[in-house]
Structures are given as structure tokens and as C-alpha cells.
């Protein structure tokens, strides 16, 4: 039986971005200057994302494939949307800024605006992605990464980010997220006034994820994707702790 019409689409052009010029640049003064057609894996493979973005050095590896890192870009996995995906979990926990471009000018949008749900954002029909910057973990800083999935390389059945600041070996600053449960990265009420041993990351965590609204998938029921991100915020604010104290010593 042939398929239905509707499961085909058929743009009328496609345009290929490859040739644009400045598109392809990692600076860093201040913050990480990434241009939308940096590849995955240059941004893994950078010294820059090493030094200024231990977040997201931690979480690269879980994008996707090595075969795939080679080819995808940074710009196209923030434009695509993907609930279920790790960059722009890790843009919204470090504050970041998606930079877009049309005929008429160009904007900056927070992060956590710009995601809206399941592969929409706050792009116009005539915008494309240009730039995106990211804010780097300084001194008293800590970040950590927690993702688990059926096959390494898989989509995430749950992911959580976290980065924190510390003085006086006390959290002053703590930003998490998830992502692959909920339709948009997802920035939680996490409150933290002290130190984080493991009995206050794991109460933290599970009253942050409390009422967290999962929708579930073929592969986890909602109550179990709910435990499973507390789980993984549990584990993430506890690494973040110890990566800001051997920061500040």
C-alpha cells in the first residue's frame, strides 16, 4: 500500500547556509560566542569549551553519535527544538542568549524564552539562527551533567544540568534544568542555602521534581520519568557542589 501524500514534504527549494561567512566562529570575551554553523563535535573538540564551558564539554558527548556530532550544528539543534535535546537544555541553564537575523535586523532571546514547546521556538517565519551565547562558569563555580538512556547515543529517557556558585562554602546561586520529560528545557524552583551533602541534594531535588508534569513515553510511565529526573538532579547538584568546592581551592 503506498503511504499517505501527507507523510511526504516536498519544499519547492533548499537553501544550503554552508558558504554564509562568520557563521562558523568560537570566541570567547566575556562569554562563548558560538556561530549557528560550528559543528558538534569542533565545540566539543575546542579548548574554549573546555576552559569557559565545562557544561557543556560534559554534555557533547551525549549528543547524538560521533558520526552525527561531525555534521550537526550547534545553531541547528537550538533552532530544531528537540525537548529530548541536551544543547539547548544546557543554553537555558547558563542563562544564554540565541542571537537571530532576517532582513529587518537582528534580535537576541533569552534562552528561556525562546524555547517554546516541541520543536517551536520564538523564531519568525524569516529568522534563522546566527549566533548563540553562552555565559561561562567563573570563580566558585560548579556545573554537572546527568543524563541515562536506553543505548548510549539513544534519546534521553531523562536529563538534568545543573550550575551553581559558592562563597564561603555556601550556595549563593543554583540553576537546574531537565529536559526529556517535559516539553521545553525546564528550569526547577531549586532552593539551596548551605552545603550540599547528599541528604540535602536528594530532599532538594525531590521536592523540585514534586510536581513536575512528565507526559510519559513508550519507554517510561510519567510517575517513573518524575523519579528518575529527581534522581539525576540528585546526582547533578551533588557533582556541581564538589566541582565549585575544587574550583575555589
Not at 560534559?58 to 560521533?66: F, K, Q, S, T
Not at 550556595?171 to 534544568?177: A, H, I
Amino acid at each position: 500500500m503506498k503511504p499517505a501524500a501527507f507523510l511526504y514534504h516536498r519544499p519547492e527549494s533548499l537553501v544550503d547556509l554552508n558558504r554564509v561567512g562568520g557563521l562558523e566562529q568560537i570566541d570567547a570575551n566575556g562569554a562563548v560566542r558560538v556561530g549557528a554553523l560550528v559543528r558538534q563535535r569542533a565545540l566539543e573538540q575546542s579548548p574554549l569549551t573546555a576552559q569557559h564551558l565545562p557544561l557543556v564539554a560534559e554534555a557533547l558527548p551525549y549528543v547524538g553519535h560521533l558520526v552525527t556530532r561531525n555534521r550537526g550544528t550547534i545553531g541547528g539543534s537550538i533552532a530544531h527544538a528537540d525537548a529530548a535535546a541536551e544543547l539547548p537544555l544546557c543554553l537555558t541553564v547558563l542563562d544564554g542568549v540565541v542571537v537571530v537575523q532576517s532582513a529587518g535586523g537582528e534580535r537576541q532571546i533569552p534562552a528561556d524564552q525562546f524555547f517554546v514547546t516541541h520543536f517551536t521556538t520564538q523564531l519568525a517565519p524569516d529568522e534563522l539562527v546566527v549566533q548563540t551565547i553562552w555565559r561561562t562558569l567563573g570563580a566558585g563555580r560548579g556545573f554537572a551533567f546527568e543524563e541515562l538512556a536506553q543505548r548510549r547515543g539513544d534519546y534521553a529517557l531523562s536529563m538534568a544540568a545543573c550550575a551553581l556558585r559558592v562563597e564561603d562554602g555556601r550556595v549563593v546561586e543554583v540553576r537546574v534544568g531537565v529536559g526529556s520529560v517535559v516539553e521545553r528545557p525546564t528550569l526547577l524552583q531549586v532552593v539551596l542555602t548551605g552545603q550540599v551533602t547528599p541528604a540535602v541534594a536528594r530532599a532538594a531535588s525531590q521536592d523540585a521534581v514534586s510536581t513536575l508534569s512528565t507526559f510519559g513515553s513508550l519507554h517510561a510511565s510519567a510517575a517513573y520519568q518524575r523519579h528518575l529526573t529527581g534522581v539525576l538532579v540528585e546526582r547533578a547538584l551533588v557533582r556541581a557542589w564538589r566541582n565549585a568546592l575544587e574550583g575555589a581551592t
